[in-house]
Every structure is written in C-alpha cells, then in structure tokens.
C-alpha cells in the first residue's frame, strides 16, 4: 500500500491522488523519524501544494501571522506535513512551482481557521462533568436548599432520600448546593461515594477518616465513635452518601445505622442519601416506616423533558458562542429521541457531540477530497464547507447507529458469516414451523445440517457450531443458557422475531430456508 | 557489584520496581528464516503485527479522531469497542496510540500518560487499581492504597492527560460492578483529564450485564468491529506476504472464503496460511499448492468425531448404533441404558455376534463417555443410566457404512 501510494504522489499529477483521511493517517504511522528540519520545510511547500486544499497552503508560516493564526490552526498545517511526508523532495519540488498560485492562499486560509475552532468549543461545550449552571432543575435546586436552610435554622436533624434514573443531574445538583458559601461556612460537608467501599462496613472508617476523628480498628468501635461525636457536636454535619444502594448488607444493618443517626437526640446531622431506585427506603429499609422521625424525606428527580433537553443543548451552546452549529430541527430531533427513550442527559451530551464529531469528520473528508483543483468549483466548495450547520441528516445517522436494531444486518449483508446467517434461519424455521419451540443446541444442530445437506454447503461439526451460537451471542441476537453439556445449552432469541425475519428474507435462499419445513 | 540479599530485600526491590524483571537469555543466537517459506511463516504468525492494518481504516479514523480531539481538548471521555474475536480491535488500538505518541515526538501533541489493562490478566477485578497505579508511578501497593492515590490523582488537575486502555472489559463485571463504576466515573470529573478505551467482545454488554448508571456513564461513543469478508481477510494475508509469491491466488481466496464463512476471524486465517505452508514445507516443495490449503483447512476445520468412530472397537461401534436405533425408535433424545441395551441385543443377534454382559456394556459406555461420543449419566444407576448421542446419528451411520463397504 506505501509503495502505491508514494508512486502516485510522484508520478501522477494531482488530479489521480485520492487521498481520502483514512488512508494517509494510517500511513503515517510507517513512516520515518529521522527528518531534519531542512528537510520538513521543504516537505511543508511541496505536499500542501500537491494536496490542493484550503487547508494546506503555500508559506503557511507568513500568512498565518498575517491572519492572527492561533496554535490549533498551525497543527492542521503541520498535520498535513506528517501526513504526506513519505514522499521525497525532489519529486515535489518540481510541483511547488506549477501549482502555487498565490491569490488563492489569501481566498481560503481565515475560514478554514475559523471553522475548526468552533467545532471544537462545541464539542469542549457539550462535555459530560459537573456544568456550572442546571437548566431544568431550578425547582429541585430550591427545594434541596430550603430543606437545608430549614434545618440550619431550627438546627434540627433531618435525612433526605433522593433518587431518580441514571443521568438526571442528582450528583450535580448537591455538589452544586455545597459548594455555596453560605452551606461551606455552616456546615461540616462529608461527601462519600459508596462505590469506593470495599464492604458496606468500611463506610464508618470512612466516615470518621472525612470528620478528622481519632482512627480505631474495628467497624464496631467505629461506629460507636460516630454516634459519640455526633451528639457532642458543635457544628452542622451535612452527609451525603451517593450510590447509597451499595450499602446493602444481608441485615441491612449498616443502613438502618446510618438512617437512624439522625433521630439520636442532640444529634446535628443532616444525611442525604442518593441513589437511583424509586422505592429503596421502602423496600429494603421497611422498618423506618414504623417511627415518623426515622422516615427520610424523599424527593425524585424525574427524567428530563424534551424541552428541558432542547433548553440544556441550546444553553451549553449559546455559551460558547456557537448557537448557529445546530439547526434548531435537529436539537428538537435530537431531544426528542432521548427523552422519549431515557431522558438521561449524559446520552443526550454523548449524542450532540457525536453528532459535531461526524459533521467534523465529514468535512475534513470534503477538504481533502481529490478537488480536481478546477478554480472553478473551487468557490462553491469553500461555501458548502464553511457555514455548515449540523442538520437533521447528520442526528438521524448518530441516532440510528446508537438505537438502531435490525437494520444493522441488513446493512452488514457482506460480512455476516454465511454460517451463521444459516444457524439464524435454522432457528427461524424451528421457532416458525416446528411444534416444539424449545430449542437446544443439539436440535438446532441437527436441523442446520439437514439444512446445510439440502443445499450442499459444508456443515460445520458440533463444536464448531456452538462456537458459532456463542459468536451470534455475541451480537445480542441470541442468548444462551448454558448447560453442563454444550449440546443441551437452550438458546432463546432475543430480537424480535418478525424483525429479523424480515430482515434475512430479503435474500432468495434465506426465504426459502426459513420456509422449508421438509428439514425439521 | 554482587552482594548477598536476603528474599526479602529482593521483594522490596521488585516492590519499588528498582529490579526489572527478566528473562534468561538463550545460548546461542536465533537463527535468521533463511528459506522464503520459513520468512513467508514468519510473517504469517499472527504476533507480527504489521505496520499498518489494512481494511481498518475506517475504524481507526475514527477511534484516531476520537482520542485526539479529546486530548487536544484536554476533556476526559469513554469509547466502547465491541467485535467478534480476531477482528482487530485490540491491534488497531495499538496501532492510534502508537500514532499519538508519534504526534508527541514531532511536538503536535502534548504528553500523556499511557495505561493499558486486560480483565483476563487480573486475578480480581480490584487488581486494575494495583495494575494502573503500578503502570503509572511504578509502585506496587495494596488495592486499597493504590485506589485512593489514584481517587485523589484524577480529583486533582494534572498536567498530563492519560489514556486508560481497558482490554477485555467483560471480566472486570462482578455484581456490585464497583471497579467499573470507578474506572468509568473518573473521565467525568471535571478535573480529571482522563479517556477511557474499552473493550469486548460483546456488542450489547452495557445494555446487558452493566447496571444503568454504568451504562450512563459509558456514553454512547460506541464502535463495532464487523467481521472481515473474504475480500478483507485476503488482502490481510496478501499484505503480510507482501513480495512472496509461493501462494496460489486461489489457495489465498480458499481460505479467505472458507474463515469469512464460518466466523471473519483474521487470526484463524492466518493460522490456516501457516499450517499450510508448513505442509508444504513438509513436502519441500517450493510453493505452496491448493492442495496444500485444502489440507491445512480440513485440519482445522474438519471434524474429528468420524474418524473416532472408525477407530472404535467393533463392539463400540455396535452400541453406538443400537443408541442411534433407539433414538429414531423413540424420537426422544435421551436414552435409557437398558433400552439401549435391548437394542444392542437385537443387533448382536442379527450379525450372529455373542452378546457381551451388561457389566462389559456399562464398561464401553463409559469408555465411549469418556472420549465424549455419548453423554452419560453416572455409571451408579447402572441400567437405568441415562445416555445422550454427542454425535449426529447420519455420522455414525456415514463412518459405520464407509468401514462395511471397505
């Protein structure tokens, strides 16, 4: 492939190279280290002139400050250096001249800048951590604040239970509450994770390390130890424990402990419990019904709304500065989809900055795309590429790669093993047409090869075939129950049965297998 | 300087990773591959990487792109990569990280840190903070101690971002699934400048084994490697021969179509390459025929269980076809001892054979058990064991037939 490619660059002119991305980054990586300077200069004239794009221009070093270049702006020039490095001076110089014309340098080099810029502050904008401002959770956000001011007042213990679905903004919204100052300066913050323990018990070593208490072996006496400070205490305790649910323990007494700080008399203790089962104090924790004051408080964090999605997108964007990146159809898609299936924000941050990354990676497939490097089409080009916003084309694709189903296989027509297109028709025809729908690896076996027999394929043998069970497992399309015996091991199909038929009967021979009964 | 030491200051050493460890050298040099075909298996091993993968382009523009946008952003992230075994996920991974630390060299990136961990390496999950930290600062310390130098690196700004490879993901899953919690949770801290690869062999294993905050956390920045075809698995073997032309075109494309057939998976392809050529080298022959590939793909995919009931005794043999009887008889799969006893006492006296006694029957069960042509019961329920075929019963018809027509 080297070879190929270095032949090209020397012999042809520019309008054969194709260099698409993926073919230079990859060979990149056999290229040689050993380039002296000389050398690279040489190499930066000669291979963006050869290349031809708005990227890669002639004296990159001039116009870049001419134009107020930032670092990023000076990578993507040196980025094409490496790429196309493999080829020698001498045959490029003799491009260098026919090729650079210099009006075209000044057309193109500010909006190539300008476009990579704002991707990347979108895609930084959409980043997953803590944000510094909850946008659709300004009512928790009170109602966690005056919970805590209450008790700051009245300097009553109180505990608090909150729970929700994963990546509704719990964490995010009490780590933004302790960090006020007014909470700082009133309250001993303990913050714990409980999926750092090692056991449930490990918790009040834990405790007692976060409060600055003198250190004891035993659980037992840790525990005493607590419950002593927490009477003689001077100033508010306020304990979150996230992922409370890891504190489960066969008697639940470590939670029933931790629950009942509060109500120890003199106790200044405020705990709030995280986790994301809607009924975890009334299931595993039934007991602290029985007394009013045990009952925690509970509070729910209801997945986001489409609207709140939309407004949570549109804000990170508007911040920086890069609204005009997303149409307004796409975000509404976009928050549509997420909502209606989880309503998890983290998903819906994953998807839009994927969904920038394609748009990205699209574009930088469209610069280095063989231009023909015809002036004429050279204007509508730069047009196309640098007001392009991310529309309901580019979300539709992310969309489908992430929910998609079946339609995968339909897609992946040429590299799903034959074999194991036929095991799947197998299994149709049994479940289909067979009277028993119980299916076992050896039965299926048999019908596969009777299958195989008819239309003179090469079997595979037993060992092989369940190989091939655990591959198709492997997809999510099947699952295995296993037995002792590889051959009794049950399989059930996961997908939706009239799904994957419809998919596998869009060709001729899986038609007419999933509707062979003469092989069961 | 040689001094004696007692065990124990050589294990502090190893501790404080002053001693590296090594191995003991060989006597005499290795010998250089001197013929073609002894290069040509070289290069075919499927621990010689090469240099650049081909039809993983695609792929690797995309985890490239990935990891570099997020450590020129200095943000911290999470990729999943699933696939089938043998489809190159762990070798293009490689592969991007090795053009990263390149950029670093030519001063277009800024340093990271490099961690790679594989669940199936670890004895226990926990071990993955012990492995990190060890790679990291090259300390060795409980899993407790190291999880809180690492909790407390990555709730610090650092300089450096790091990138954590997680090989083999599926074995750090235990119940409470603590360990994959924390390596996830780490990447959204704002402070922590870390990116997490992960990867399995499983497509759906967020959805499936991972609990939802896992999940959640994992994101949706999900890659699938797609078994090679039989175009790609040729040009892999093609690419790796490179200037040796012994192979046929056509035992090349044999191969490729047998392996993309049954599973896409490069490393049995290339094993497949290899046997052959050792066949040929076998038969000193200079090139490698189609011959040779038919009979390196029958080795490795062919089935053995024929051949074991040819080589069966003939009283074996016997058995094996009053079960089969019995099966057809009752068309239930699972057989009693004892009625397939009755069987075999029919089929004797059809042949004018002695009918052996139970005992020496219930012996050939087991012998038969044991090399796994029948699943049995324990031998304690004599004649009312049960008895399970493990072979079809067309084979046993096809290997019995074959030997009475000879």
């Known amino acids: 492939m080297k070879e190929d490619f270095t032949n090209a660059t020397a012999r042809d002119s520019s309008y054969k190279y194709t260099p698409t991305v993926k073919k230079i980054i990859t060979l990149s990586s056999s290229e040689s280290d050993s380039d002296s300077d000389v050398e690279n200069n040489i190499k930066i004239h000669a291979n963006t002139v050869n290349i031809q794009t708005p990227k890669c221009m002639p004296k990159t070093n001039e116009s870049d400050e001419a134009h107020g270049s930032t670092p990023p702006k000076q990578r993507k020039i040196d980025k094409s250096v490496l790429l196309t490095s493999s080829s020698t001076p001498s045959t490029l110089f003799g491009k260098l001249n026919l090729l650079s014309s210099p009006d075209k340098e000044e057309k193109l080099a500010p909006k190539r800048l300008f476009g990579s810029e704002r991707y990347r502050n979108a895609r930084k904008a959409l980043h997953g951590s803590v944000p510094e401002s909850l946008p659709g959770r300004e009512n928790e956000l009170q109602r966690l604040q005056q919970f805590m001011e209450e008790h700051l007042k009245n300097e009553t213990s109180g505990s608090l239970y909150v729970s929700g679905p994963p990546g509704t903004g719990k964490t995010a919204c009490l780590s933004k509450l302790i960090l006020r100052t007014e909470f700082e300066s009133k309250f001993k913050i303990v913050y714990v994770n409980c999926t750092t323990m090692k056991s449930a018990a490990t918790i009040y070593a834990k405790i007692i390390q976060e409060l600055g208490l003198s250190v004891s072996k035993s659980a037992k006496n840790s525990k005493a130890v607590i419950e002593k400070y927490l009477i003689s205490n001077h100033k508010m305790i306020l304990l979150i424990l996230d992922e409370i649910d890891q504190l489960e323990s066969k008697k639940q007494s470590v939670l029933y402990s931790v629950f009942e700080w509060p109500s120890i008399h003199n106790s200044k203790l405020i705990l709030v419990g995280i986790a994301n089962a809607l009924d975890l104090t009334d299931r595993i924790l039934p007991r602290l019904q029985a007394r009013c004051e045990l009952k925690p408080k509970l509070m729910h964090f209801s997945p986001y709304t489409k609207q709140q999605i939309c407004n949570i997108i549109s804000d990170r964007l508007n911040e920086a500065n890069v609204s005009d990146l997303f149409t307004g159809t796409a975000i509404q898609m976009l928050s549509g989809k997420v909502a209606a299936v989880s309503g998890d924000i983290r998903r819906a941050l994953d998807i839009s900055r994927r969904v920038i990354e394609l748009a990205e990676s699209q574009k930088i497939a469209q610069i280095l795309q063989p231009t023909n490097s015809n002036e004429m089409n050279m204007p509508k080009k730069q047009q196309c590429t640098m007001d392009q916003a991310v529309d309901l084309k580019e979300v539709i694709t992310v969309l489908n790669g992430v929910y998609g189903g079946s339609q995968n296989i339909e897609k992946e027509e040429s590299t799903f093993p034959l074999q194991q297109k036929l095991l799947l028709c197998s299994l149709l025809l049994i479940l289909n047409k067979g009277r028993n729908k119980d299916v076992t690896v050896g039965r299926l076996h048999e019908v596969y090869k009777k299958v195989c027999k008819k239309r003179n394929i090469h079997a595979v043998d037993g060992s092989e075939f369940y190989s091939l069970c655990s591959l198709i497992e492997t997809r999510g399309i099947l699952k295995l129950t296993r037995k002792k015996e590889p051959r009794l091991s049950k399989i059930n199909l996961e997908w939706d049965q009239e799904e994957l038929d419809a998919a596998l009967q869009y060709k001729n021979m899986m038609a007419e297998i999933i509707n062979d009964t003469t092989c069961l | 300087e040689t001094h004696l030491s007692t065990p124990k200051s050589h294990k502090i050493k190893v501790k404080h990773s002053n001693l590296t460890p090594s191995l003991v050298k060989r006597n005499n040099v290795p010998l250089k591959p001197t013929t073609p075909l002894q290069e040509a298996k070289s290069r075919l091993h499927v621990s ?359």
């Open chain 2, 48 to 406: 010689a990487v090469p240099k650049s993968l081909p039809c993983r382009e695609e792929e690797f523009n995309n985890i490239f792109t990935f990891l570099r946008g997020k450590l020129e952003d200095k943000n911290g992230g999470c990729i999943y990569i699933s696939g089938v075994p043998g489809t190159g996920k762990t070798a293009t991974v490689n592969e991007v990280i090795r053009c990263l630390q390149k950029l670093i060299i030519k001063g277009q990136l800024d340093d990271f840190n490099y961690v790679a961990i594989n669940g199936m390496k670890l004895t226990e999950p926990r071990q993955a903070y012990v492995q990190i930290l060890k790679q990291l600062d090259g300390k060795t310390a409980t899993w407790e101690q190291s999880y809180h130098i690492l909790e407390k690196r990555f709730h610090s700004t650092t300089s450096k971002m790091t990138l954590l490879l997680i090989d083999e993901l599926d074995f750090l899953c235990t119940k409470r699934q603590d360990v994959v919690y924390n390596l996830l949770d780490w990447p959204t801290k704002s402070t922590a400048q870390l990116v997490v690869i992960t990867i399995a062999n499983t497509m759906d294993l967020p959805e499936r084994v991972l609990m939802g905050r896992v999940t959640s956390r994992l994101g949706l920045t999900r890659l699938t490697f797609q078994p090679y075809n039989y175009k790609q698995l040729q040009e892999i073997v093609m690419s790796r021969l490179k200037d040796f032309y012994g192979f046929r075109n056509e035992a090349i494309q044999l191969v490729a179509r047998k392996v993309s057939a049954v599973s896409g998976d490069a490393r049995r392809a290339l094993d497949i390459c290899r046997r052959a050529v050792e066949i040929a080298e076998s038969q000193s022959a200079e090139t490698i025929s189609l011959q040779d590939v038919t009979e390196a793909v029958s080795e490795m995919i062919a089935s053995a269980k024929v051949q074991a009931i040819k080589h069966c005794s003939k009283m074996e043999q016997i058995f094996l076809q009053a079960m089969s009887a019995e099966v057809t008889r009752t068309s239930i799969e699972e057989v009693y001892f004892k009625d397939a006893y009755k069987q075999l006492e029919s089929l004797c006296s059809f042949d004018g054979i002695e009918v052996p006694s139970v005992t020496e029957i219930l012996a050939i069960c087991g012998r038969l058990g044991a090399n796994r042509l029948l699943i049995c019961e324990h031998s304690k329920n004599d004649i009312y064991q049960k008895i399970l075929l493990n072979v079809s019963t067309d084979d046993i018809h096809y290997a019995i037939k074959e030997l009475n027509l000879n």
